[in-house]
């Protein structure tokens, strides 16, 4: 089976030497990657800037920018028969990108931003995926209902749901708890484990369901 596996955070410009980025450390998506090699799937792994070594045997595609990330993805979805996205990628950019770096002048600066593309939005409806769909969504609040909205407004077979306010767990760390939130109001808890341990469960999870 050939999935597709998003990772990593989005870098957006603001000038030469500045972006806005978040803290996404890109191990999930990677820890994903690495399970479904073990599990002798083949993977392209669209990945923003991270500091984690390439999985061996992983097809990796190296992005930037959220558009970079939207353009790729499109360019390799249409072989996949599962895509998971697992990155955090940026909703929104600078609407302007300056050439030089900005100099501090002024005691404020007010930057304008635009809406990135939505690329698990896409999948669905401009893509034409008709795969298995997996999103992620890292919530600070009302975590079920968050998730259950997303699911259903993207067209997903199943969100991946995360309460990144927790400490100890999400960006930055290799721990993680998420809850499965699928059609229905189907839910299934996973609870605080490496990772890894979740990417297999996750996995086992997804593969299951196509069986």
């Known amino acids: 089976m050939h999935l597709l596996i998003t990772a990593g955070p989005t870098r957006e410009p603001l000038d030469p030497v500045r972006y806005l980025t978040n803290r996404s450390s890109g191990k999930m998506g990677y820890a994903l990657a690495e399970a479904a090699l073990a599990e002798g799937h083949e993977v392209t792994l669209i990945s923003g800037p991270v500091t984690l070594p390439e999985p061996a045997g992983v097809q990796l595609v190296s992005v930037e920018t959220a558009r970079q990330m939207f353009e790729a993805v499109q360019a390799h979805l249409s072989s996949a028969q599962v895509a998971i996205f697992a990155a955090a990628v940026a909703d929104y950019r600078p609407a302007i ?7 501090k002048q002024s005691e404020t600066l007010t930057l304008e931003l635009e809406r990135t593309e939505d690329i698990l939005g896409s999948a669905r409806s401009l893509f034409g995926f008709r ?5 992620f969504a890292a919530e600070t609040e009302k975590l079920i209902e968050h998730a259950q909205d997303k699911l259903a407004r993207k067209g997903c077979d199943l969100v991946v749901a995360n309460d990144v306010s927790q400490p100890g767990i999400g960006f930055d760390s290799s721990e993680n708890a998420v809850t499965l939130c699928l059609p229905g109001g189907e839910t299934h808890v996973l609870p605080q484990q490496s990772k890894a341990a979740l990417a297999a469960e996750i996995l086992r999870f997804v ?5």
């Open 97 to 103: 990108t300056s050439t030089q770096k900005i100099k």
């Open 131 to 135: 795969g298995y769909l997996v999103g």
């Open 207 to 211: 593969t299951h369901r196509l069986i």
